[in-house]
């Protein structure tokens, strides 16, 4: 144990009162409530950044593969599904499934109500763990190599406005060149996602139905959808999956896709660099005022070490070690303070939000333990490194002033 660290160690264990320790415990509050604020903050953002984007990706997949067409239409041109790729590219590490799709527009009639939705045809590979914890009426329809089932999956929004419950019947309306085609569907299951603009047009259904209607082959889909294990792999295994689909084809991210949402995501980062930025400042000008308390009420013992031999950066070590006892007290209560919090609107979703404004029910939270760390560490740098500065006025005390008037 250093002499400083000693001498630190018997300044903060004192009992004596003194001027300092009211300002002490509100450094101590004020770096708690900052952490917190922090705390909840990032997990908060990634939690609703993580909620939107799990969503959109469980309408589209992170990639998806389609013929090479300039033209964006919902009724893309048809690829092969004897592809070199399908499905070994399930093998490829970061890939956790591929997919079929196939898609076409169509309008639900009923007497008093029109709707133009779009059908999404599914094959026996779809992976409905996405929709499977959110439907909220029956149950998602199974499809076969086999057969060919008529049972659909509406959203909640559709089926209120349209009218429709679970085993209704489902009439849509196709175009076919001249020619208009009528499809009668019964309603297996009804989903809620809470993306209103999703939810409003997307009708999932058999994918022989579209097959059909387009007069493909059995063979022919309208692309191929890739799922990845982890949402940050998404740029670099869309460049190896673009590379590696033949010349004829397109792939792109679900980035790509949507911008316009993950744009939106992106730019709710700016309010949080602005509260950490704001919170940071404030917890290190508290700390400053706070040390600089302490060295005036410490000015005797100061020229008292220096007159016993103790150079400036020694002294200057006992007041540093002090504050960083403080600011870890502080960062301590705050992570308590922030988890606690965190965990009750986890488990209970205290505080709730409206879905068609924020396309959650209640505010999500997304506890990383990588994001908590890096937030505890920054902090702890950053309002060090503000009280290295204030501490050199410790240099500027003499000791015969400070004996002298001790």
């Known amino acids: 144990m250093t002499t400083e660290f000693f001498i630190a160690r018997r300044i903060l264990s004192g009992n004596k009162a003194n001027f300092s320790r009211p300002i002490v415990r509100i450094a101590v509050v004020s770096i708690a409530l900052g952490l917190s604020v922090m705390f909840l903050s990032i997990a908060i953002l990634t939690g609703f950044q993580k909620q939107i984007r799990e969503k ?17 239409s919902y009724e893309p041109r048809p690829v092969s599904i004897n592809q070199k790729f399908y499905p070994d590219l399930e093998k490829v590490k970061g890939i956790k499934h591929i997919q079929v799709f196939a898609t076409k527009a169509g309008i639900i009639k009923t007497n008093d109500q029109i709707q133009g939705v779009l059908l999404k045809g599914v094959g026996s590979d779809y992976d409905w763990s996405f929709f499977k914890p959110r439907i909220v009426e029956g149950a998602c329809f199974q499809v076969t190599d086999t057969g060919r089932t008529n049972e659909v999956l509406l959203s909640r929004k559709l089926a209120s406005l349209l009218k429709f419950k679970v085993n209704d019947v489902l009439r849509v309306y196709f175009i076919s060149g001249n020619n208009t ?46 799922i990845l294990d982890n949402f940050s792999d998404i740029d670099r295994l869309g460049k190896y999956v673009y590379q590696n689909i033949g010349y004829n084809l397109d792939s792109r991210t679900i980035r790509q896709l949507y911008p316009q949402i993950f744009d939106w995501l992106d730019l709710q980062d700016i309010n949080v660099v602005i509260i950490l930025v704001l919170m940071i400042l404030v917890a290190g000008i508290t700390m400053i005022s706070t040390l600089l308390i302490i060295i005036l009420e410490r000015t005797n013992m100061i020229g008292v070490l220096k007159a016993l031999g103790m150079s400036n950066l020694g002294v200057r070590k006992i007041f540093l070690y002090n504050a960083a006892y403080i600011i870890g007290i502080g960062l301590f209560w705050g992570n308590v303070i922030g988890l606690i919090l965190s965990l009750l609107q986890q488990k209970y979703g205290i505080i709730t939000l ?21 937030l505890n560490i920054a902090s702890l740098i950053i309002c060090f490194v503000m009280l ?19």
């Open 56 to 72: 959109v990706i469980g309408f589209g997949a992170h990639i998806q593969i389609s013929h090479f067409d300039e033209n964006a």
């Open 181 to 226: 085609l009528g499809r009668k569907f019964h309603i297996s299951g009804i989903y809620e996602t809470g993306l209103e603009e999703f939810d409003k047009l997307y009708v999932f259904c058999d994918i022989h139905h579209i097959q059909k209607l387009n007069n493909w082959e059995p063979d022919q889909v309208a692309g191929f959808e890739v």
């Open 354 to 374: 409206p879905q068609e404004s924020y396309y959650v029910p209640v505010v999500p939270v997304n506890l990383d333990i990588l994001n908590i760390c890096l």
């Open 388 to 406: 290295i500065v204030p501490s050199f006025i410790i240099t500027r005390i003499s000791p015969v002033k400070a004996i002298r008037f001790a």
